[in-house]
């Protein structure tokens, strides 16, 4: 599972990685993400959503229907 999930990850668009890696596996707040990002909160809300669902769809079409992992 953990193979699956990094090569999801790895398929994502680098500035949807680090979205996520900030927000999710760092836990930085949107704050925090937005400074090292240099972007507005507003938009690391919006990328971080989009990079979510981006990831999901990714694991939903891998064999084994990881997507159902993620909210």
């Not at 900030?22 to 400074?35: G, K």
């Not at 690391?44 to 939903?60: G, I, P, Q």
């Not at 064999?63 to 159902?68: S, V």
């Amino acid at each position: 599972m953990k193979i699956r999930l990094q090569e999801a990850l790895n398929s994502l668009e680098p500035f949807d990685r680090e979205v996520l890696a900030l927000r999710h596996f760092e836990q930085l707040s949107r704050a925090e993400t937005a400074s090292v990002l240099g972007i507005c909160e507003a938009a690391v809300s919006k990328r971080y959503v989009r990079a979510l669902r981006r990831l999901k769809e990714v694991l939903a079409a891998m064999p084994g229907g990881l997507g159902k992992l993620l909210p």
